[in-house]
């Protein structure tokens, strides 16, 4: 649904960088949690990560970047013993998909570049209930969402979250902006879950690169996979790793 966000107007040089301070502590934040989690992945398998995207009209900026930035997680979980993804997005009043179970970067490129973005409410709901039906058909490593918003029944969604937790899949929820409602849900889902929440800065495409490929490390081989591949990187993905001893 097409929102007006904080802070999206003129601002001030100093604003923008309480802005980026704040978000690089909430990426550390994350990555905190991320440290207490444990990877399900068994030793010679594929991990399995269902990447959730809300696709409701003010969602187009960040479908077209992580469109380009899944590229990155794939090639990430590669280098571990590589990732099998889902991709999931709600738009409209009722419309919630999934894809099949896809390996290749390209693939899953290529179907989101079929999505365009359109109005309509979250479904947030729909998507945890589905990755619930999906880990007991075989089981999933991790749930990726990436939204702005919250317009559902609270109570009905922490339901779905919670049976979720009970099957061992962690949510990591990601928020674009700073929507106190969604904030509030967001957390919860996480702590339901066993996963974890982070929030980053309106087209900030760095900040959501780091956290799909932290994420797509740890579905493909925990958390000793993630400081591998941080050891591997820049500058900047060293200093994410320092958060993690």
Excluded at 149 to 167: F, H, N, R, T
Aim: glycine share 10%; charged share 25%; net charge neutral.
């Amino acid at each position: 649904m097409s929102k007006q966000r904080p802070g999206t107007g003129p601002d001030t040089g100093s604003k923008n960088e309480v802005a980026q301070t704040s978000s690089r502590a909430d990426i550390d934040a994350f990555l905190t949690q991320v440290r207490t989690l444990t990877s399900t992945t068994a030793p010679g398998q594929r991990g399995r990560l269902i990447f959730a995207l809300d696709a409701t009209m003010s969602r187009q900026p960040t479908w077209n970047t992580a469109r380009r930035l899944q590229i990155e997680m794939f090639a990430e979980a590669a280098a571990v013993g590589g990732l099998d993804v889902q991709l999931v997005y709600y738009r409209g009043l009722a419309e919630c998909r999934a894809s099949g179970w896809v390996s290749e970067a390209e693939r899953l490129a290529g179907l989101m570049e079929r999505i365009d973005c359109r109005g309509g409410h979250t479904q947030i709901g729909k998507i945890l209930s589905h990755a619930r039906h999906e880990t007991q058909r075989m089981k999933v490593q991790a749930l990726v969402f990436v939204g702005d918003a919250m317009e559902e029944a609270i109570d009905d969604v922490c339901s779905s979250a919670g049976e979720l937790g009970l099957l061992g899949v962690p949510a990591f929820m990601f928020q674009e902006g700073d929507d106190p409602v969604a904030e509030q849900a967001y957390r919860e889902i996480a702590r339901l879950t066993k996963g974890a929440y982070c929030r980053f800065d309106p087209g900030a495409a760095q900040q959501l690169a780091e956290l799909l490929r932290a994420v797509a490390a740890y579905a493909a081989g925990g958390l000793k996979a993630l400081a591998d591949v941080s050891r591997r990187s820049g500058a900047a993905t060293q200093k994410l790793l320092e958060q993690l001893r």
